[in-house]
């Protein structure tokens, strides 16, 4: 059974500073990986996902994660906050197959200090 | 863009009522998922649906129940109503069940 472990609930940076927000999965096949934000009172919004091929994967809001098999990590990134990056944040893994769907992670808030 | 909508923003009702949560996908999805999601516990799948008047439980169905009727379309039915479920309720379809999901807006569901 897939699954997904995001440590800790919140994390606080300064605006400009490096965003790490860590997701380790657990799957028994070559899994896919997503990340979603959420705001205040809104839908979850994806911001990026790797299925296969290049494992540094780009995506919007100059928001990237880099697979590592060997760590069983889907790290998300960003080299300098911003105010509007404060949300909450979903790590998702899945496996292709027809039985399969996304487990989500527990989530983890982002706030950004001015 | 793939559009993801869900009937209310907010909703207010008294325990024992019957309530309706609607969902529509503009994509031609053959997947949809409810979940409910509460501060501290993520996501919890309710219930899906991988095609008309096909569903298959979730983690969390009790006191739940769906219906698909037309393929854009996914209802949540919450038969009676009780505080317990006082939530926002996530709608969200894909095309295929392993690949990413698309969200709704969500709605804020309070029973009081």
């Known amino acids: 059974a897939q699954s997904v472990t995001q440590l800790g609930s919140h994390v606080s940076v300064s605006e400009g500073a490096l965003v790490l927000l860590r997701c380790n999965y657990s799957s028994s096949v070559p899994p896919y990986l997503f990340w979603y934000v959420q705001y205040p009172n809104q839908g979850l919004q994806l911001l990026l996902k790797y299925t296969t091929g290049a494992t540094l994967v780009k995506g919007i809001n100059g928001f990237e994660a880099e697979f590592k098999k060997s760590e069983t990590s889907f790290h998300l990134t960003k080299p300098s906050a911003h105010m509007s990056d404060a949300a909450e944040y979903f790590c998702a893994v899945t496996e292709e197959g027809a039985n399969s769907k996304l487990t989500f992670g527990k989530g983890i808030t982002l706030s950004v200090r001015p | 863009d793939v559009k993801v909508t869900q009937s209310s923003r907010y909703l207010v009702k008294r325990t024992g009522e019957k309530v309706f949560l609607e969902c529509v996908q503009d994509m031609d999805h053959e997947n949809m998922f409810w979940y409910r999601q509460d501060p501290g516990l993520g996501l919890r799948l309710i219930y899906f649906s991988y095609d008309v008047k096909m569903k298959e439980k979730g983690d969390i169905p009790e006191g739940y129940s769906v219906s698909r009727e037309k393929k854009e379309r996914f209802s949540l039915i919450l038969e009676s109503a009780s505080t317990n479920q006082t939530s926002m309720y996530l709608c969200?379809?894909?095309?295929?069940?392993?690949?990413?999901?698309?969200f709704g807006p969500g709605t804020r569901l309070t029973v009081l």
């Open positions: 969200a379809s894909s095309m295929t069940s392993w690949m990413e999901q698309f």
